[in-house]
């Protein structure tokens, strides 16, 4: 079976055991649907309007999507796999505290971890080299993306380890300040994003020593901010990084009115598609999430990361163009194809972009 194939089936796959896992449905799990129609709606209008280049230009190349496909699939057998009872030991946990922070550990959490690096480095190198104009295939990307996999762990780890210092910050210095420790971790987390938004494509490339690509990444990131920035800040209000909720509700004869609000520490460097606004909202209820709406929400989310990490491959290709031509390679990509607006493909030399050439309209 090629990888192209088992994508797909990735998918479907995922889709299964999500249905699967969602009935029967318990009470208060449906009251987050709403959150989810309000979240589709906002990504179709993105996808519409500030990113519709980048849209037409994944749906032209399948193989983008090849490396969350395989992710799919392999996470979602690691999580049957480890519900059944000879393989318990798999799912078996340990709990490991340190600096105030509690971390359950297991077999299938480490492998899980080895998943997420493998499909972080596989899926930025296939943007990388969509955007770069190669149609290498997904066996080839993915050969190549083993190679820059300690790499992106490494950056990885980098990134999460000062949200995870800042949370330890605040449960030892600021616990007792209140309003003052969320927003301490909230503004913690927009700096780490905005400093990684670029990292993995300059990770990737293993040409360059980690150090130069760690600090050219960072770089990048904040250079292109004003340019970013506005997409970057909508993608952690859908995620929710930043949530109030406020619920209410009859369990018996008791009512319950509950109020809730929350500045959380999430890497949004990589492809993050965590939900949080209705996981907060379960919490409220008390309930479980229900797996459609998760799986559905982070799909979207996922989708999001992808197309917003294909504008950034571009500008900064762009950009390695503009400031030294003569060690552009030739290679990389003579000609750039396009989706026009009336849905012909046109062919423009290198550095006569259409999206220049008809004035640069993708910022938000």
Known sequence: MSLRSFSKLGFVFAAVVATYNSFPMDAFQGRG??????????????????????????????????????????????TVLGSLPFLAFFAATK???????????????????????????????????????????????????????????????????????????????LGGIGVFAFVFIGVVGLAVNFSSSALLLRIVDVRRPFGEALSEGIRDSWKFAPRWWLLLLVQHFLTGIATYVTVSYRTGSHFQSKTSWSFDAVWLGGYNGEFKWYSKLMAAYEAAPWPLVTFTAGLGLTVLAIVMKVRFAHDLRDADHDED????????????????????????????????????????
Request: glycine share 8%; with cysteine; charged share 15%.
């Open 95 to 173: 709990h490991v505290s340190a600096l105030g922070l509690s971390l359950t550990v297991s077999l299938m959490f480490i492998v899980q971890i080895v998943l997420g690096v493998a499909y972080l480095a596989w899926q930025t190198h296939t943007i990388r080299e969509a955007c770069a104009g190669r149609e290498s295939g997904p066996s080839v990307t993915l050969q190549a993306a083993k190679g820059a996999m300690v790499r992106v762990f490494g950056a990885s780890a980098i990134c999460v380890s000062i949200l995870l210092i800042a949370v330890a910050l605040v449960l030892f210095v």
């Open 33 to 78: 649907l709403l959150f989810l129609l309000g979240l589709l709606l906002s990504l179709g209008v993105l996808f519409a309007v500030p990113l519709r280049r980048e849209v037409a230009f994944v749906a032209r190349r399948p193989d983008v999507w090849v490396p969350l496909g395989c992710w799919y699939f392999a996470t979602n057998a690691l």
């Open 325 to 364: 031509p003569a060690s552009h390679d030739e290679s990389e990509i003579t000609v750039d194809d396009r989706v026009t607006s009336d849905g012909d493909s046109t062919k423009e030399p290198h550095g006569q972009d259409p999206r220049h050439s008809a004035g640069d309209d993708r910022a938000v």
